[in-house]
């Protein structure tokens, strides 16, 4: 239960106000041979400044900042589960997924056609994701190990019982509306 998902600060932030409820995701260039997954089910949001500019959401406050240094403190404020990950290769289909995210329509369009690293051209990783904010705020250091473009990291161990005191962003029956709106048609990713 110690993985992180790097994602920028201002969609962590969209997350955490259930403006966004899934995630999309292409790779970076330190995913590995095989390239993106949501190969893990349940992991904290670690909110990244890096490679975001004001032009890539369409909604929230992007101020520009360099990434972490070590030593800085990092503070994780909420957690994510996501409930199916799927890939789409129909760029109608994850148009119909705009309500759901505040990415700009260039940004998400540019991931659909980036291509490299186990990825082909046409295609995007999305998963519906469940969030709780934690009930104190988990803080750190930021160390050299958490850097470069990759999803998931290594955390050190999170604080006891966060899981019981954390409180959900969305309930129950939004989550179900959106589960069936969104339902995948493809076929599933594996997570492990």
């Given at each position: 239960?110690?993985?992180g998902f790097?994602?920028?600060?201002v969609v962590c932030?969209?997350?955490?106000?259930g403006?966004?409820?899934?995630?999309l995701r292409k790779?970076g260039i330190h995913?590995?041979?095989?390239g993106f997954?949501?190969?893990?089910?349940?992991?904290f949001?670690?909110p990244?400044?890096?490679?975001?500019t004001?032009?890539?959401v369409?909604?929230g406050e992007v101020?520009?900042?360099?990434?972490?240094q070590?030593?800085?403190t990092i503070?994780?404020?909420h957690h994510a589960?996501a409930l199916?990950?799927?890939?789409l290769?129909?760029?109608e289909k994850v148009?119909?997924m705009?309500?759901f995210?505040?990415?700009s329509?260039?940004t998400v369009?540019d991931?659909?056609?980036?291509e490299?690293?186990?990825?082909?051209s046409g295609?995007?990783h999305?998963?519906?994701?469940?969030?709780?904010?934690?009930?104190?705020p988990?803080e750190?250091?930021?160390?050299?190990?958490?850097?470069?473009?990759?999803?998931?990291?290594?955390l050190?161990?999170?604080p006891?019982?966060?899981l019981e005191?954390a409180?959900p962003?969305?309930g129950?029956?939004?989550l179900a509306?959106?589960?069936?709106r969104l339902k995948?048609?493809?076929?599933?990713?594996?997570?492990?």
């Amino acid at each position: 239960m110690n993985i992180g998902f790097k994602e920028w600060q201002v969609v962590c932030e969209a997350l955490a106000t259930g403006r966004q409820s899934i995630l999309l995701r292409k790779g970076g260039i330190h995913e590995g041979r095989k390239g993106f997954s949501f190969a893990h089910d349940s992991f904290f949001l670690f909110p990244t400044r890096f490679h975001t500019t004001g032009d890539q959401v369409r909604e929230g406050e992007v101020t520009v900042m360099p990434e972490w240094q070590p030593g800085d403190t990092i503070r994780i404020t909420h957690h994510a589960e996501a409930l199916w990950a799927i890939t789409l290769t129909d760029w109608e289909k994850v148009a119909e997924m705009e309500p759901f995210h505040i990415y700009s329509e260039k940004t998400v369009h540019d991931r659909f056609d980036w291509e490299g690293k186990g990825m082909a051209s046409g295609s995007i990783h999305v998963a519906l994701v469940r969030v709780r904010e934690l009930a104190e705020p988990w803080e750190f250091p930021y160390e050299a190990k958490y850097g470069g473009c990759r999803s998931w990291i290594h955390l050190p161990d999170p604080p006891a019982d966060w899981l019981e005191s954390a409180k959900p962003v969305l309930g129950d029956d939004t989550l179900a509306t959106l589960h069936d709106r969104l339902k995948p048609e493809a076929s599933p990713e594996s997570m492990s």
